[in-house]
T-cell receptor, first 113, second 114 residues
Framework: SQQGEEDPQALSIQEGENATMNCSYKTSINNLQWYRQNSGRGLVHLIL?????REKHSGRLRVTLDTSKKSSSLLITASRAADTASYFC?????????????FGSGTKLNVKP | DVKVTQSSRYLVKRTGEKVFLECVQD?????MFWYRQDPGLGLRLIYFSYDVKMKEKGDIPEGYSVSREKKERFSLILESASTNQTSMYLCASSVRAGATGELFFGEGSRLTVL
């Protein structure tokens, strides 16, 4: 399977702490994306990193990508209770017509106020 | 903003019933996808479509079919619902493969088959 796999499956931290989630995948990719899902809702795109990029920032989010290790990490700095959600990595292989995405099973983050 | 709308948030059906899940997007996206999400299994791709009347099987197409008669609408059909199809179903859309290719998701349809 090409699925990304997140680690840890669950993470509980105090507000203000940093949260780090990891993702490993198996085959070559076009890009890797992170998504967030609030309980019972759809997924929302957070950040995309291309296969030729090593690090990317967006607000309190920092994503790294190591294609030699086939892994990525998502760091949320200065976490807030509102960051409580599940986080998924998705790897994309592409052809002319579409990106085909593979999702892992997610990391469930709980930020305690 | 892109909006992907799924017609029903919650459905309860009986075994053997035919079930239609509708999805509409308003951003003229070429690609549309249906995923199911189950605890511990992540999102698994059922079917996708990269153009009107075009469809491709995903990883778990058995027991499902799809229809894309118009660019904005992608329907998932369960011909004869079974209890193992109880799940959260998520529709998504994206532009044709390119630099971004991010997925835009609907709010999901939680289906219970009794």
């Amino acid at each position: 399977s090409q699925q990304g796999e997140e680690d840890p499956q669950a993470l509980s931290i105090q507000e203000g702490e940093n949260a780090t989630m990891n993702c490993s995948y198996k085959t070559s990719i076009n890009n890797l994306q992170w998504y967030r899902q609030n309980s019972g809702r759809g997924l929302v795109h957070l950040i995309l990193i291309r296969s030729n990029e090593r690090e990317k920032h967006s607000g309190r989010l920092r994503v790294t990508l190591d294609t030699s290790k086939k892994s990525s990490s998502l760091l949320i700095t200065a976490s807030r209770a509102a960051d409580t959600a599940s986080y998924f990595c998705a790897t994309a292989s592409a052809n002319y017509n579409f990106n085909k995405f593979y999702f892992g099973s997610g990391t469930k983050l709980n930020v305690k106020p | 903003d892109v909006k992907v709308t799924q017609s029903s948030r919650y459905l309860v059906k009986r075994t053997g019933e035919k079930v239609f899940l509708e999805c509409v997007q308003d951003m003229d996206h070429e690609n549309m996808f249906w995923y199911r999400q189950d605890p511990g299994l992540g999102l698994r791709l059922i079917y996708f479509s990269y153009d009107v009347k075009m469809k491709e099987k995903g990883d778990i197409p058995e027991g499902y079919s799809v229809s894309r008669e118009k660019k904005e609408r992608f329907s998932l059909i369960l011909e004869s619902a079974s209890t193992n199809q109880t799940s959260m179903y998520l529709c998504a859309s994206s532009v044709r493969a390119g630099a971004t290719g991010e997925l835009f998701f609907g709010e999901g349809s939680r289906l219970t088959v009794l």
